[in-house]
T-cell receptor, first 113, second 123 residues
Framework: AQSVTQLDSHVSVSEGTPVLLRCNYSSSYSPSLFWYVQHPNKGLQLLLK??????LVKGINGFEAEFKKSETSFHLTKPSAHMSDAAEYFCVVSDRDNNDMRFGAGTRLTVKP | GAVVSQHPSRVICKSGTSVKIECRSLDFQATTMFWYRQFPKQSLMLMATSNEGSKATYEQGVEKDKFLINHASLTLSTLTVTSAHPEDSSFYIC???????????????????FGPGTRLTVL
């Protein structure tokens, strides 16, 4: 069965500095990987997804992630943090042969002015 | 496209009552829908998977008789929390996939489309 580990439960950055949210996955098959963001008391918003095409995936709001099979990683990055980026971020893995999604524990991003 | 709605968005009920939450796929047909529960400051935990016209598959530790799931059509699944208690208070999120249906450009079978969630508070 697939699983995902988000290496940091909380990341704090200053506005304008880079963001790195780390995610490692485990999958028996070719995985699909997703990053979702959740603002307080809100639903999930898809930031980006990797299914099978380019390993560097660009998403909304300036976020991107790179699928590295050799490292089983799918880290989320953004060059310059904005105050509005403060939220909870979830890395999600799904095996290509089924539609069962598994969520990571989440990383809370705090952006300081 | 691929919009999923939930109703109600928020519900407060007394202990011992039952609450029904609806999940609808508005512009696509969903052969499979999923129900998740999210406690404060925690991740989403899959409760059950429901396929249209058949019984739901529950994750280990989820009580089937307490969380009744019905998936009567390709656009509607319902979750009924029976005899709710304060410990059932949580954020319930549904999602839908298009597993088994023809794919549109950019879609993949193992992607789920999430509803906005329902906040349940049991007094």
């Amino acid at each position: 069965a697939q699983s995902v580990t988000q290496l940091d439960s909380h990341v704090s950055v200053s506005e304008g500095t880079p963001v790195l949210l780390r995610c490692n996955y485990s999958s028996s098959y070719s995985p699909s990987l997703f990053w979702y963001v959740q603002h307080p008391n809100k639903g999930l918003q898809l930031l980006l997804k990797y299914t099978s095409a380019a390993t560097l995936v660009k998403g909304i709001n300036g976020f991107e992630a790179e699928f590295k099979k050799s490292e089983t990683s799918f880290h989320l990055t953004k060059p310059s943090a904005h105050m509005s980026d403060a939220a909870e971020y979830f890395c999600v893995v799904s095996d290509r042969d089924n539609n069962d999604m598994r969520f990571g524990a989440g990383t809370r991003l705090t952006v300081k002015p | 496209g691929a919009v999923v709605s939930q109703h109600p968005s928020r519900v407060i009920c007394k202990s011992g009552t039952s609450v029904k939450i609806e999940c609808r796929s508005l512009d696509f047909q969903a052969t499979t829908m999923f129900w998740y529960r999210q406690f404060p400051k925690q991740s989403l935990m899959l409760m059950a998977t429901s396929n249209e016209g058949s019984k739901a598959t529950y994750e280990q530790g989820v009580e089937k008789d307490k969380f009744l799931i019905n998936h009567a059509s390709l656009t509607l699944s319902t979750l009924t929390v029976t005899s709710a208690h304060p410990e059932d208070s949580s954020f319930y999120i549904c999602s839908a996939s298009i597993w088994g249906l023809p794919l549109e450009p950019g879609q993949s079978y193992n992607e789920q489309f999430f509803g906005p969630g329902t906040r349940l508070t049991v007094l």
